[in-house]
């Protein structure tokens, strides 16, 4: 039987664990080489030093626009997983002045991308986006992923608000359970970025929402 589980605010102790799990999680996704260099060992050492600062700067500029939790094994006091919620003003971003498929600059043109979709898709209106949910890799199947949403959701009251998630294909069927609806997709040509003929094909982000209750 898996041990109770508490949820709680994470803290900026907690960010290199958190950063782990991450990596952790995302390991065999072809997007890490992609977004953060094609040798694998190079790709994780600046994922982990891009999330690090990321994740650091949420503690030490805190913002009441961003909220970050964690799951804590009762028992042993592990971290197990995390969540990070943010609210968004449905302002439609800037256009760059040069694309990152003019730099050839794949963390660009995916950014770039992505916010354009999620623009599209909540039609401007203010929503949450529900930025990523890491479960160490051993715990999965033991509904710390639902306990951490469902968190975010009683505390939050959102079951009144539109909530964008974007996952990976093999997470969309967790997200489905969770009263998420695929309605777009985030797809990506990779043989454009890693070259024709070396066996990358189309990758797929499913962008999913979740309405508010009527």
């Not at 805190?62 to 042993?76: G, L, S, W, Y």
């Not at 302002?91 to 040069?98: G, N, R």
């Not at 009263?179 to 499913?206: A, C, F, M, N």
Request: charged share 30%; with cysteine.
């Amino acid at each position: 039987m898996p041990a109770p589980i508490s949820i709680l605010e994470a803290t900026e102790p907690d960010v290199p664990t958190m950063v782990a799990i991450f990596c952790d999680a995302m390991e065999e996704d072809i997007l890490t080489l992609f977004l953060n260099g094609h040798r694998r060992v190079d790709a994780v050492r600046r994922q982990t030093e891009t999330l690090t600062t990321v994740l650091g700067r949420r503690f030490t500029h805190p913002t009441n626009r961003c909220h970050i939790i964690k799951a804590v094994d009762t028992q042993t006091g592990e971290l197990v997983g995390w969540s990070l919620l943010r609210w968004e003003d449905g302002i439609k971003p800037d256009a760059p002045t040069e694309s990152g498929l003019e730099q050839r600059d794949f963390r660009v043109f995916y950014g770039g991308e992505q916010k354009k979709k999620m623009f599209g898709l909540t039609e401007g209106k203010e929503h949450i986006v529900l930025g990523g949910l890491y479960v160490r890799p051993e715990r999965h199947g033991q509904g710390i992923g639902r306990e951490l949403v469902e968190d975010f959701y009683s505390k939050y009251d959102l079951d009144k608000e539109l909530v964008f998630v974007q996952t990976r294909a093999t997470s969309e069927g967790f997200w489905e359970k969770m009263g998420w609806t695929t309605v777009d997709s985030l797809d990506i040509d990779l043989s454009e970025w890693g070259g024709k003929g070396r066996g990358y094909g189309v990758h797929r982000s499913p962008q999913m929402l979740r309405h508010p209750k009527s």
